[in-house]
């Protein structure tokens, strides 16, 4: 018998959990794991049965207390020795079932509108499917539509999802009687242990296919590719992701379709460099447009504007274009563009410039240069102390 994980690992607790840890714990993992939610991967069967099975135990305060005290043993026989004869315990009674959980704790999500799943057959809700496009800054500040092409499960058009040829249909399983799932009960000295386990005749559909459709080989649901055409909002940033409802994998037995998700890439660009909704540049100027002012000319994301820089304007220097930023997500108003000043400082000069900028310079004194004397103020200051 393979070893059993200890019941408190299985629902991520740590022993002496409240009550309502426990109920939290329990239907987040019953979520997660959910066979209906991995219809490909048979292991979450036993995945989920390993979850109710510790919910059962440690949401019952007699039970629990026998599983504090011996282990495994204080709850299933199978583990020999244990605590005395409990006849009330009544095996994994309550949530043992899977359509019980089934209707208790997914009855918002699709699977059956709240009561209990009465059949294997029983509306199943598709799967997401997960997509990423990449476009360029100025499609992510603006926004655009995308034809985004995607493989995703739809009803087989040929036996129209019953997954049995044309002219026949899917008996219903004499073995579970299309529950997809058998109960075996145990007598034991802790009283009767109830459990429930995929139907070995059906595989745990609740329907036996004689004939199957020859397009989805009884699946009754084919991979297609296709085109969904959707629409990128302006504000959309890199990393955020889009939920297109509805254009998934298509559900089981009539079920509602998943939802297509879509990862956003922006690409960079080259001067512009975006913070939320705030865009940021270097716009270079040159020495004499620093030192007599001028007006530049400045690039936005709605193209170019003029704005007039002051005498004396120096490297470092940020001003603000008010509503030039990004729109923001699903609204109308707008971030800003912040401009940040460089001077270019010339280079390979002749000697015939090299001499005049040395005339000039001759000409100016130290109340030319604000900065400079400040900072030989300090200094002899400090020298001073």
């Known amino acids: 018998m393979a070893e059993k994980r200890d019941y408190y690992e299985v629902l991520g607790l740590q022993k002496g959990a409240s009550e309502d840890e426990i109920k939290k714990a329990f239907r987040k993992k019953a979520r997660e794991n959910h066979p209906d939610l991995h219809p490909d991967d048979p292991s979450y069967v036993e995945k989920f049965q390993e979850i109710n099975e510790a919910h059962e135990v440690l949401s019952d305060p007699e039970k629990r207390a ?60 598709g799967s997401d499917i997960q997509e990423t496009v ?15 092409r995607v493989n995703r499960m739809c009803v087989c ?12 249909t899917p008996d219903i399983c004499p073995d579970c009687q299309g529950r997809g799932s058998v109960k075996t009960t145990q007598r034991t000295p802790f009283g009767a242990i109830s459990s429930s386990k995929p139907c070995p005749h059906c595989g745990g559909k609740g329907k036996i296919i004689k004939n199957p459709c020859s397009k989805c080989r009884g699946v009754g649901r084919v991979r297609v590719q296709k085109t969904v055409s959707i629409d990128i909002p302006a504000g959309i940033d890199d990393g955020q992701t889009l939920r297109i409802g509805g254009q998934g994998d298509c559900g089981i037995n009539g079920g509602p ?24 540049c270097d716009i270079p100027v040159t020495y004499m447009e620093a030192v007599l002012g001028a007006e530049i000319t400045v690039p936005t994301i709605d193209g170019d504007v003029k704005y007039t820089i002051s005498e004396g304007t120096q490297t470092g220097t940020i001003f603000r274009l008010k509503g030039k930023g990004v729109q923001r997500l699903h609204r109308t108003d707008r971030g800003n563009q912040y401009v940040k000043i460089y001077v270019e400082v010339p280079k390979n000069l002749t000697k015939k410039q090299k001499d005049l900028l040395k005339q000039f310079e001759a ?18 200051s400090k020298l001073d102390l």
Do not use: W
């Open 363 to 380: 000409s100016l004194s130290e109340k030319n240069y604000a900065k400079r004397q400040s900072f030989f103020e300090k200094l002899r």
């Open 66 to 125: 026998r599983y504090d005290q011996f282990g495994h043993a204080g709850v299933d026989p199978s583990y020999g020795g244990g605590a005395g004869g409990a006849d009330g315990m009544g095996g994994f009674g309550g949530f043992a079932d899977m359509d019980d959980i089934l209707g208790s704790i997914f009855g918002g999500f699709g699977f059956g509108g709240g009561s209990k799943r009465s059949s294997a057959n029983a509306p199943r809700r």
């Open 157 to 168: 058009d040929s036996c129209k999802g019953s997954g049995a040829e044309a002219g026949s």
């Open 134 to 148: 990449t476009i360029n800054f100025m499609d992510a500040c603006r926004g655009k539509k995308h034809d985004l």
């Open 257 to 280: 379709n998943g939802d297509l998700l879509v990862g956003i890439n922006v690409k960079s660009h080259p001067i512009f460099k975006r913070e939320g909704y705030d865009i940021h």
